[in-house]
């Protein structure tokens, strides 16, 4: 990979592990509802991707996206707050990462793409990696959560892809949030009666709008020109890891000898695949 893909994809997979955090830390310990959290969360992106597009282009602000990104978009951010209700953080994360591999990886196998078998590996390892960290918590998850979370995957998925190649992405993902907003907000009106939120719990929304999510995701779109479906599939295994790792040092969770396995797996795997896909020197996958 290219520095500049590299420091990007890595600047994007932080942004990732901390918005797991917080949106983890609100849903489960502050007084806010899925539907208050995910409408918060959008507005605060969309309203700081749109300042520094403005600040970037002194003013001259054009609202780009498409509303299929916009809704792929929503059918994340929704899903993904509410399968957090009742799911448990490892259960869900297997079944966000793997729907999201699933889809990318597919993609790639239906428009020609064909991984060598010790990139096979390399996902194999780092997918046991994945299991073996979560394992505990993967005794008969709710069905409407697990769904909700697979829907959240294969949209994160699809709306990955739909990013590839996007000339300007800051303006792209400024667009997109935009369009996103009054679908999430359409969810917070029929939940209304429901709704209940605290100012801890919409500070923690705000941050993961405007900086876990926003620049996390204008960083990620950047990313993708640089890396192959396939590629863009194996990195975000490290993803689960780098949030267990911020459990640690910002929620007070100890280490275990099993987290410690379990990182060497996933990101010994990642490494595998990233090796022998550099090497084929494939050019990326355009969506």
Do not use: K
Not at 39 to 48: M, P
Not at 170 to 198: D, H, K, M, Y
Not at 201 to 214: D, H, K, N, T
């Amino acid at each position: 990979m290219r520095t500049r893909t590299v420091l990007y994809t890595a600047s994007a997979l932080v942004a990732f592990a901390a918005n797991s955090l917080l949106c983890r830390q609100a849903l489960r310990h502050t007084a806010i509802d899925a539907a208050s959290f995910s409408t918060i969360r959008l507005a605060s992106g969309a309203i700081a991707l749109l300042a520094i597009a403005w600040a970037s282009q002194r003013g001259a602000v054009g609202v780009r996206g498409t509303w299929g990104s916009a809704a792929m978009l929503f059918l994340y951010a929704v899903p993904f707050s509410f399968a957090y209700v009742s799911l448990g953080a490892g259960t869900g994360a297997l079944i966000l990462f793997g729907s999201v591999q699933a889809t990318m990886l597919a993609t790639a196998v239906t428009r020609g793409a064909r991984p060598h078998a010790v990139e096979w590996t390399g996902l194999f390892i780092a997918l046991s990696g994945l299991v073996y960290l979560v394992l505990p918590g993967l005794t008969a998850p709710p069905l409407i959560g697990s769904v909700l979370m697979a829907v959240a995957g294969i949209a994160w998925g699809v709306y990955s892809l739909r990013g590839r190649g996007a000339s300007d992405p800051l303006a792209e993902t400024a667009g997109t949030f935009v369009r996103a907003l009054p679908l999430a907000a359409g969810v917070n009106v029929v939940a209304a009666s429901r709704s209940v939120w605290s100012t801890d719990g919409a500070i923690l929304a705000v941050v993961s709008g405007a900086l876990a999510s926003g620049l996390g995701y204008v960083a990620w779109y950047a990313a993708l020109s640089g890396l192959t479906a396939t590629r863009a599939a194996t990195v975000q295994l490290a993803v689960p890891v780098l949030a267990a790792a911020g459990g640690v040092a910002f929620l007070a969770e100890g280490i275990t000898t099993r987290l410690l396995i379990a990182a060497a797996l996933i990101l010994g795997g990642v490494g595998l695949a990233l090796v022998r896909t550099g090497r084929r020197r494939r050019p990326p996958l355009r969506a």
